[in-house]
Nanobody, 121 residues
Framework: QVQLVESGGGLEQPGGSLRLSCAASGVITNIETMAWYRQAPGNQRRLVARISRRGSTTYEPSVKGRFTVSRDNAKNTMDVQMNSLKPEDTAVYYC???????????????WGQGTQVTVSS
C-alpha cells in the first residue's frame, strides 16, 4: 500500500515563508514525476510545481521565482520552499506522484491527503 503524507502547512503572514514536505512510503520501486497541486475554496485543483526524477522543474507562473521544489530520490521525499507568500496562495496543498510498484507492475498516480496553507495578516 503506497501512501503520500504531506506536512508543514499552517498560518503565515504575507511576505513570510513556509516549507511543505511530502513523504512516500510503501512498496515503491520507482517514482517518476512528483508534483504539488493546490485547491482554494470554490476553485479547481491546479498544478503549482512539478519535478521529474532527474530534477527538471515546472512552475505555475504565479509562483515562479517565489517557490522552489526539490526532491530526494533516495528518501522518496519532495519539498517545496514557499517564499514571499501572498494571500492568494491560501489553499489546501496536495502532493502527487507517479509511482511504480513491483506488486502492481504499472505506474500509478497517488495523492496525499492535503495540508492547509493560510496566508493572512
Amino acid at each position: 500500500q503506497v501512501q503520500l503524507v504531506e506536512s508543514g502547512g499552517g498560518l503565515e503572514q504575507p511576505g513570510g515563508s513556509l516549507r511543505l514536505s511530502c513523504a512516500a512510503s510503501g512498496v515503491i520501486t520507482n517514482i517518476e514525476t512528483m508534483a504539488w497541486y493546490r485547491q482554494a475554496p470554490g476553485n479547481q485543483r491546479r498544478l503549482v510545481a512539478r519535478i521529474s526524477r532527474r530534477g527538471s522543474t515546472t512552475y505555475e507562473p504565479s509562483v515562479k521565482g517565489r517557490f522552489t521544489v526539490s526532491r530526494d530520490n533516495a528518501k522518496n521525499t519532495m519539498d517545496v520552499q514557499m517564499n514571499s507568500l501572498k494571500p492568494e496562495d491560501t489553499a489546501v496543498y496536495y502532493c502527487n506522484a507517479d509511482i511504480w510498484s513491483a506488486d502492481k507492475g504499472v505506474f500509478t498516480q497517488y495523492w496525499g491527503q492535503g495540508t492547509q496553507v493560510t496566508v493572512s495578516s
